[in-house]
T-cell receptor
Framework: GNSVTQMEGPVTLSEEAFLTINCTYT??????LFWYVQYPGEGLQLLLK?????DKGSNKGFEATYRKETTSFHLEKGSVQVSDSAVYFC????????????FGEGTQLTVNP | DAGVIQSPRHEVTEMGQEVTLRCKPI?????LFWYRQTMMRGLELLIY????????DSGMPEDRFSAKMPNASFSTLKIQPSEPRDSAVYFC??????????FGPGTRLTVT
């Protein structure tokens, strides 16, 4: 079946540090891959997505590249801000299952000033 | 568009009472999802609908939970009777065809 594995958290960084949150997946065929972000007290919001191999999704300074050879979709940002503190979820979907998402466990990020 | 609307935002009830959570998806979306989020279990998919028809309810914890979608613009998640272990944040999300899901702000349920 489909599954998503994220690096364990929590992650604590200082402002302007480089961020990487690892995500690997297991799925047959060619899933679409997503990163969602959840700010405190809010619902999940789509951060970025990639629908085919070698695609790079980017938004708000975050980016992730769909690597089929390593079945990975790692999230990166060159310089984090305090406002990036949130929980980040990696997810995949298969066309054969409509838009049902398989989520990773989530990674809590705290950025200190 | 106003996005996915959930009500109430907060609900506090006593054990044994019936609880009804409501969701209005984004207009034109044909998928609707109900999730539960807790610290212990993370984000769990409870049930989802396609064109108002339940497709997979395997995540519904037990018979105390039921969900309906009488039309394309409204869905309910009901818990009867409620128990303290049902305390969680319940999210509704909607999507169009196989595109990304849009989440509502959630309902924080506390059962005492």
């Amino acid at each position: 079946g489909n599954s998503v594995t994220q690096m364990e958290g929590p992650v604590t960084l200082s402002e302007e540090a480089f961020l990487t949150i690892n995500c690997t997946y297991t799925a047959t065929g060619y899933p679409s891959l997503f990163w969602y972000v959840q700010y405190p007290g809010e619902g999940l919001q789509l951060l970025l997505k990639a629908t085919k191999a070698d695609d790079k999704g980017s938004n708000k300074g975050f980016e992730a590249t769909y690597r089929k050879e390593t079945t990975s979709f790692h999230l990166e940002k060159g310089s984090v801000q305090v406002s990036d503190s949130a929980v980040y979820f990696c997810a995949l979907s298969r066309e054969t299952s409509g838009s049902r998402l398989t989520f990773g466990e989530g990674t809590q990020l705290t950025v200190n000033p | 568009d106003a996005g996915v609307i959930q009500s109430p935002r907060h609900e506090v009830t006593e054990m044994g009472q019936e609880v009804t959570l409501r969701c209005k998806p984004i207009s034109g979306h044909d998928y609707l999802f109900w999730y539960r989020q807790t610290m212990m279990r993370g984000l769990e998919l409870l049930i989802y609908f396609n064109n108002n028809v339940p497709i997979d309810d395997s995540g519904m914890p037990e018979d105390r939970f039921s969900a309906k979608m009488p039309n394309a613009s409204f869905s309910t998640l009901k818990i009867q009777p409620s128990e303290p272990r049902d305390s969680a944040v319940y999210f509704c999300a909607s999507s169009f065809v196989s595109y990304e899901q849009y989440f509502g702000p959630g309902t924080r349920l506390t059962v005492t």
